[in-house]
């Protein structure tokens, strides 16, 4: 049996009758004024639980976040590497006019902007956005990681991935010489 996970709903081989399927997928969403509330399968990730749309049939089973289905199901196909936004932070809302194909980082400064950016161990980051501005113009100066990550009470390591963006790329890079961006971007 193949098993995919998410994969382009559009791509789907033809005998798993992509019309059928989509008729089933909108038989499992109760229909609201604002968020359409997916009633079938869920699934954990991480702390957070989405809605699982699971398609079995000839050999095949498929799975789909159930919000990534209903956008590609009335707008066509996601490009890859972009991931499903819900505007209404409902993780189970599956309203195409809820929803926005967009990038991790974009998501990340959603999550910022609506005050449910969960960074850190216990739900907050361990740094505010100054304080990584600051960590990189240090580094910026010349400040040897070692010296900064005791300065802020990280891991060398914890340092590098800030400085590579690998960490806290939610907070972007200042251009020599402009002033910060007044909307966070």
Known sequence: MAIWNSPSLWALPEELNVPKRID??????????GCWTWTGERRAA???TYGQFVIEACGHRVRFRAHRFALESVAGPIPSGLIVRHAC????CVNPDHLTAGTHLQNARDALHRGRFRAGRFGTPKLTADQVRELRARLARGEG????ARRF????????EIQRGKAYAWVPAEVAGSPPAA???
């Open 89 to 92: 932070d409902n993780r189970l």
């Open 153 to 160: 009470g990280l891991s060398r390591d914890r340092v590098k």
């Open 46 to 48: 991480g702390d957070r």
């Open 145 to 148: 990681p070692t010296d900064v």
């Open 24 to 33: 089933q997928f909108w038989s499992h969403v109760r229909l609201g004024e």
């Open 183 to 185: 909307d966070g971007q």
